[in-house]
């Protein structure tokens, strides 16, 4: 995850600037990117772990569409609401309003990044432990938990305290406004991080 947002953010750098292809570059840096690791990934589900087979189980396929299409709308509904925010205000306020909410919105969703990660680790790890079903398993799982909204508390405190000085070193004094969008925007990805560990 980690490699995956580097190179991301290297290759649209390299793109927008360096070869001057302006927001297509942007776009080309993330396609670039998931198309590397889509390939790495199926590399390592065929040889590495030996996952991927030929003969498929018609009673697993079965299975799995009954746990995850239920999941699509829940998908398509963080993507409604991941965007509808920028689609009003680019609405009812134009694009100058955009840009500058825009900017407090991609400082204030770093926490996301933070959450996302912690908890793509913490999920399996959580259901290896209440597939044991102890005592012991049940308090590691709370103890993990725990840890994580402290991880996510402090990240929290973290963007708040740190974004005056970010505004101020980094960005123009334009788009100052942002800064009091981040605040809310990284409360809002906290309690996102919180729904999805629960």
């Known amino acids: 995850s980690l ?6 953010v290297i290759l649209s750098l390299l793109f927008v600037i360096v070869f001057k292809f302006g927001f297509e570059g942007r ?28 003969n498929i189980s018609w009673a697993n396929m079965k299975d799995s569409l009954h746990f995850g299409l239920p ?6 509904g963080i993507m409604v609401i991941n965007m509808s925010d920028r689609l009003f205000i680019d609405h009812f306020y134009g694009k100058e309003q955009l840009g500058i909410y825009n900017l407090g ?24 432990l209440f597939a044991e079903n ?18 996510m ?4 405190f973290c963007v708040w305290i740190g974004t005056p000085l970010i505004f101020r070193w980094f960005v123009d004094a334009k ?3 942002g800064s009091k969008s981040v605040v809310w925007i990284s409360l809002g990805y906290f309690f996102q991080g919180m729904y999805l560990l629960f």
Do not use: C, D
Request: charge should be positive; proline fraction near 2%; glycine fraction near 6%.
């Open 71 to 76: 999941l699509v709308p829940h998908t398509f």
């Open 175 to 177: 788009f100052s406004e």
């Open 27 to 54: 776009l080309v840096g993330q396609y670039l990117t998931v198309t590397l690791f889509s390939m790495i990934a199926v590399y390592v589900l065929y040889k590495k772990r030996n996952l991927l087979v030929r």
């Open 134 to 151: 102890t005592h012991e398993a049940k308090v590691k799982v709370v103890k993990v938990y725990w840890v994580f909204i402290g991880v």
């Open 105 to 128: 919105y991609i400082i204030g969703s770093a926490i996301s990044i933070l959450g996302g990660a912690f908890g793509n680790a913490v999920i399996p790890f959580s259901y290896e």
């Open 153 to 156: 508390v402090f990240a929290f």
């Open 3 to 8: 490699s995956s947002s580097t190179l991301n």
